[in-house]
């Protein structure tokens, strides 16, 4: 079965630090890997999305960045945060089929910036 | 106008009570369309999937209605343990045969004793 993994769980970082979330799959091969942030009581917002290796689309133009370093493995990076950074950042996956299409979120990482 | 609207709720309904969600969507290319529940600080969970034909799944029932571009989620005899907040979602192409997802803001849910 396929599983999602996200770390950290949590995270409370300085204004103007770096970040690097990671998040891995397993159980699947080549999946489309997402990562979304849902800020305090608002809804969830796509940030970026990647159907492969080294293939990354971004959304919404900002100052944090993804990367797609393996099949598996999808990271998420900024080299200066902002406190308007801070959420509740989920990485999903999904295969297309022409059968249906389906979508999984891993666990998250809850991100506070001071 | 967002591409997927729901009513925020709350929704604050007595146990075994019947309750109903809307979603409308703005795509009319939208092609596969689901229903989220997520609890507070967890994430998304896949409730269930929309079928044109409609689709029940115990107490839960989904419905779609592509003229009016429009979802909807029963939920029949609450129990306290369905509070959460309902997330619907549509689908729709960004690269060949690949697509994604668009989430409404969510309805927040509380079953009452």
Redesign the interface.
């Known amino acids: 079965s396929q599983t999602i993994h996200q770390w950290p769980a949590t995270l409370v970082q300085p204004v103007g630090s770096p970040l690097s979330l990671e998040c891995t799959v397993e159980g699947t091969s080549n999946p489309?890997l997402?990562w979304y942030r849902q800020a305090a009581g608002?809804?969830?917002q796509?940030l970026f999305?990647s159907?492969g290796i080294g293939q990354i689309?971004s959304e919404v133009p900002q100052n944090l960045s993804a990367s797609r370093p393996q099949d598996r493995q999808f990271i998420l990076s900024s080299k200066k945060l902002l406190l308007s950074d801070s959420g509740?950042y989920?990485c999903a996956w999904?295969v297309?089929r022409?059968a249906?299409?389906?979508?999984?979120?891993?666990?998250?990482t809850?991100l506070t910036v001071l | 106008r967002k591409e997927v609207e729901q009513d925020p709720g709350p929704f604050n309904v007595p146990e075994g009570a019947t309750v109903a969600f809307n979603c409308t969507y703005s795509n009319s290319a939208s092609?596969?369309f689901?229903w989220y529940r997520q609890d507070c600080?967890?994430?998304?969970?896949?409730l269930m999937?929309v079928y044109s034909s409609g689709n029940e799944d115990g107490r839960f029932t989904a419905q779609l209605n592509r003229a009016s571009q429009y979802i909807s989620l029963l939920i029949r005899d609450s129990k306290l343990s369905d509070s959460a907040t309902y997330?619907c979602?549509v689908?729709r192409r960004?690269?060949?045969?690949?697509?994604?997802?668009?989430?409404?803001?969510?309805t927040q849910l509380t079953v009452l004793p």
């Open positions: 489309n997402y608002r809804g969830l796509l999305y159907i689309s509740f989920l999904s297309s022409d249906g299409f389906t979508q999984y979120f891993g666990p998250g809850r | 092609q596969s689901f600080r967890k994430e998304p969970k896949l999937s997330l979602a689908t960004f690269s060949g045969s690949a697509r994604q997802l668009t989430f409404g803001s969510g």
